[in-house]
């Protein structure tokens, strides 16, 4: 069974997070009971996935509201320096922001609101992932060979996941998956936690070096490429973590519908393409060593972006939990978010 991404308890009150930076050699938990050390956990990537991101920010303002309701702006602002690519943050952030705009209680009986605001957020994450699931695994035949990248799974949201949610429901609905899973350098997400994951579940689940999966797909039907993604600009252009551009090049090659599955909330309508994306680049030091054991020479200078951007049209669709859109993206997702507006 699988550990749980985050779990709130309401007495003390503490936001418990599983580790992520120790899958699968270690199952271990860090306890945040303020919204500094939430915010830390994030930054050092103990909780990871643009949508677990999001969940721990929002019970991040609640940690803030139970010691002072005056200390709400100041958290939602140093929740908002965290990561600057994934959208989820940013969406959750802005929704706390306004109930704090409209509380009109203090001490206790706001925090009580605040609280409820984050729980509800924890939750409809979930209904989410399950109603992409849902709509994603039509896609799919009743035999399935597929290809993901990094981990968008149940680990990286509050429960059930968004492309791995795709691989559940289809399992659900009596399909049988198989999934290649890219190991996903420099932080190897894909081979330490999807593969994880979905050997946990029981899925019959190959690890592949990202390197291999094109020459994959040239000896091997593959019949889609499913990843999550971080940020979808208004257009259809989505950031995701590095690889998934190129992965989406050799699916476009090979005639393999590559899609996206991810929530309405990863939808940036300010950001008109995917060059006003903004892309977080991290620590060289990621790559200079493996697993502690530095493997360049010393000097060497590094580059480590850790997100790409794969234009809107190399991607098939994008699975969301009102439906799969599919391009041309523009008119479809203006009319999407004004519905919901």
Same mark, same amino acid.
């Given at each position: 069974m699988l550990p749980a991404t985050l779990t709130w308890h309401g007495e003390g009150p503490c936001l418990r997070l599983l580790d992520q930076r120790l899958i699968p050699a270690e199952i271990s938990f860090v306890d945040c009971r303020t919204f500094e050390e939430v915010a830390i956990a994030i930054?050092?990537? %103990?909780?990871r996935g643009a949508p677990a991101i999001g969940v721990a920010a &929002?019970? /991040?303002? &609640?940690? $803030? $509201? @139970?010691e002072s309701p005056d200390l709400i702006p100041a958290a939602i602002e140093r929740l908002s320096k965290t990561r600057p690519t994934a959208v989820n943050l940013f969406w959750a952030l802005d929704r706390m922001e306004r109930l704090y705009q409209k509380l009109n209680a203090s001490g206790a009986l706001a925090y009580v609101q605040i609280e409820a605001e984050a729980k509800k957020i924890h939750e409809e994450d979930v209904r989410i992932n399950r109603a992409i699931g849902a709509y994603g695994q039509a896609l799919l035949p009743m035999q399935a060979t597929v290809i993901t990248h990094c981990n968008a799974g149940a680990l990286a949201t509050a429960g059930y996941g968004t492309a791995l949610g795709v691989f559940r429901a289809a399992r659900e609905a009596g399909k049988t998956v198989k999934v290649y899973a890219d190991e996903t350098r420099p932080r190897?997400? /894909? *081979? #330490? +936690?999807t593969s994880f994951e979905l050997s946990q579940d029981g899925f019959d689940v190959t690890v592949i070096s990202d390197s291999m999966a094109a020459f994959l797909m040239s000896r091997t039907q593959i019949d889609a490429v +499913? %990843? *999550? &993604?971080?940020?979808i600009a208004a257009n259809g252009d989505t950031a995701n973590k590095i690889g998934t551009y190129a992965l989406a090049i050799a699916a476009k090659h090979h005639s393999v519908p590559f899609y996206i599955a &991810?929530? +309405?909330s990863t939808i940036d309508k300010n950001c008109p393409d995917g060059k006003h994306i903004p892309i977080e680049e991290r620590s060289g030091d990621e790559i200079r060593a493996i697993g502690g054991e530095v493997i360049l020479p010393q000097g060497v @200078?590094?580059? @480590?972006? $850790?997100?790409d951007v794969t234009p809107a049209g190399l991607i098939a669709g994008i699975i969301t939990e009102a439906g799969v859109l599919v391009p041309p993206y523009g008119n479809q997702i #203006?009319?999407?978010l004004e519905g919901r507006a």
């Open positions: 930054e050092n990537m %103990t909780v &929002a019970y /991040g303002v &609640a940690l $803030a $509201a @139970n190897l997400q /894909g *081979g #330490k +936690i +499913i %990843t *999550g &993604a971080d940020r &991810a929530p +309405i @200078n590094v580059w @480590n972006p $850790a997100f #203006k009319e999407l």
